[in-house]
């Protein structure tokens, strides 16, 4: 088989599912968002067990895994949530470089714990690249979601792969975790203290209203904020709208907002939270500025 | 002028310098020399520098020193400040003013569709920072008597390329997308084109000027656009 034929051939898509990367750095002045892996703590391990570069893209899919045909003998790992996931009807475990030879079929269930699973394939998906990213993201990239039918190439290796026996535990602090760590935002100075305290003391869940742009609290926090002049924003901003509503920006947010920052997530907050559905429980945790 | 600055250490590796909380053509072209400055300075060792009305945020790789990055800052502002140094253009964009949304704005307005052609082009718009989406410009100067509230029922899809007013704003939709914004005119420039580098030709502190054309004269220059012999017209300022 010639290179360019290797690809994985998509039968069902999953639930919401798209190639991601790191992200597309240094684009912000154009307005663009950075996109990139919702959970990267996951998107890394699984191209590190390959021995992949860093960059190397995945499949990032949500709630519900999709069901895939490999057209080329690779090396293939999963990441992230748990499913049920088999390969030729044989189960598999995440975590674990599973071996793919032509024909395999892999399918993987819905999610029973975490929101986002990363299939990562020995060497990266091979999709086009706007803008020194593979990242999918609406007008940006050719696609943006992951269709039936969808073709995913890869490259597969000229030799024969050495067998990879990597494997680690599930981190089941990542999955389980509801602390969510953050700075105090630049207008969280606005807020008087006993409100910018209920952050802490009380406890949040996550509403229905969430995607890869941002996730809206079910709570309300009454203030008395103005909105702001629009400035920057980031993938971690905790905006504080005049009616009370809390939104988390994630990585598919625009650059700029005009809701006051109250917060900022660190980076491993983002990814705990990218693994929560709808109705979890999160607690935030206020870092110090002295460690920033 | 000088403004006092204020520093804003929103993560291990952003910071954000902000000037007064104001929109002003003088603290946008003193972000964009700071700007300009701070990206010859630490360009190995930023990702990124975008702005807001009076936020210049930096994006680090790495986290930095707060005390060496705001250290060398204040040094550079104790010099002499040159807005000199910064090339500034105004493009020329053609627009076909004949948004559906025309006759909406007129009620608000109490304006004549024509006198809001005419105050539409009249002035030379201010691109302050591209936002909202990808190539969407934040423009500041639109005449008040234009203002005119968005929609309460956003439109699934603006075509790109609509220029439309937003409450005190006025815009070009860069890409199809929904939007509440009044569509008053189309322009058939593409003004955000993935296959050029940069994807935009203006940049913050740049101006633009709308002017009225035909159907005719949109068609031709489509056709120009799609035959490649289109240059976007601009004068230096």
């Not at chain 1, 979601?145 to 981190?171: Q, R």
């Not at chain 1, 994630?250 to 006051?260: C, E, F, I, K, L």
């Not at chain 2, 003013?97 to 809001?116: F, H, P």
Request: with cysteine; hydrophobic share 35%; aromatic share 10%.
């Amino acid at each position: 088989m010639r290179l360019s034929e290797a690809h994985v051939e998509v039968i069902k898509p999953g639930f919401y599912s798209s190639i991601q990367d790191l992200g597309r750095f240094g684009q912000g002045h154009w307005g663009i968002p950075s996109a990139g892996a919702m959970d990267r703590q996951s998107y890394e391990l699984a191209n590190h067990l390959l021995r992949n570069h860093e960059n190397s893209a995945c499949l990032e899919m949500t709630m519900i895994g999709g069901e895939f045909i490999f057209w080329a003998k690779t090396q293939i790992v999963l990441t992230g949530a748990q499913a049920k996931i088999s390969l030729n009807q044989k189960p598999q475990e995440i975590n674990n470089v599973i071996h793919i030879n032509s024909g395999d079929r892999l399918k993987i269930g819905p999610f029973s714990k975490g929101c986002r699973m990363y299939l990562a394939i020995k060497g990266g998906f091979q999709t086009s690249i706007t803008l020194q990213s593979r990242s999918w993201y609406k007008g940006i990239s050719p696609h943006h979601l992951l269709k039936a039918g969808s073709i995913l190439p890869f490259n597969a290796p000229i030799v024969d792969l050495p067998s990879l026996n990597a494997k680690v535990s599930v981190d089941h602090y990542l999955l389980e975790n509801q602390q969510i760590e953050v700075y105090a935002g630049p207008e969280s100075d606005q807020l008087p203290n006993d409100i910018f305290d209920q952050l802490f003391d009380r406890e949040f869940h996550l509403s229905p209203m969430m995607n890869r742009m941002g996730i809206q609290i079910q709570e309300k926090l009454e203030n008395q904020l103005n909105e702001i002049l629009t400035t920057p924003v980031y993938p971690g901003t905790v905006q504080l709208s005049p009616g009370g509503k809390i939104m988390i920006l994630m990585r598919d947010a625009q650059v700029t907002g005009g809701y006051p920052r109250i917060l900022q997530l660190n980076q491993s907050a983002i990814n705990i939270l990218a693994q929560k559905k709808q109705g979890d429980k999160i607690q935030f945790k206020l870092i110090r500025s002295d460690d920033l | 002028m000088t403004y006092k600055l204020s520093y804003k250490h929103i993560s291990p590796n952003i910071l954000e310098i902000c000037w007064p909380q104001e929109i002003s053509k003088d603290i946008l072209l003193q972000m964009m020399t700071y700007k300009k400055k701070i990206i010859s300075i630490w360009y190995e060792e930023l990702w990124d520098a975008h702005l807001g009305y009076h936020c210049l945020s930096l994006n680090f790789k790495e986290p930095f020193s707060l005390d060496e990055v705001i250290g060398q800052i204040e040094e550079f502002s104790q010099e002499k400040e040159t807005h000199s140094i910064l090339h500034r253009k105004r493009w020329q964009i053609p627009v076909l003013y004949q948004g559906k949304d025309l006759s909406r704005v007129a009620k608000i307005t109490k304006l004549s569709v024509n006198n809001i052609i005419e105050e539409h082009q009249k002035p030379s718009y201010l691109l302050h920072f591209f936002g909202f989406m990808p190539g969407f410009m934040y423009l500041g100067g639109l005449s008040e008597k234009l203002y005119a509230p968005r929609k309460d029922q956003p439109d699934p899809k603006i075509q790109k390329g609509s220029v439309a007013i937003g409450g005190q704003q006025t815009g070009i939709y860069p890409m199809d997308s929904p939007g509440g914004w009044n569509i008053i005119g189309l322009t058939p420039l593409q003004v955000f084109n993935l296959k050029e580098q940069p994807p935009i030709s203006a940049q913050p502190g740049d101006e633009i000027k709308f002017y009225s054309i035909d159907k005719k004269e949109f068609e031709a220059i489509s056709r120009s656009i799609i035959n490649q012999n289109y240059t976007l017209e601009y004068e230096t300022i």
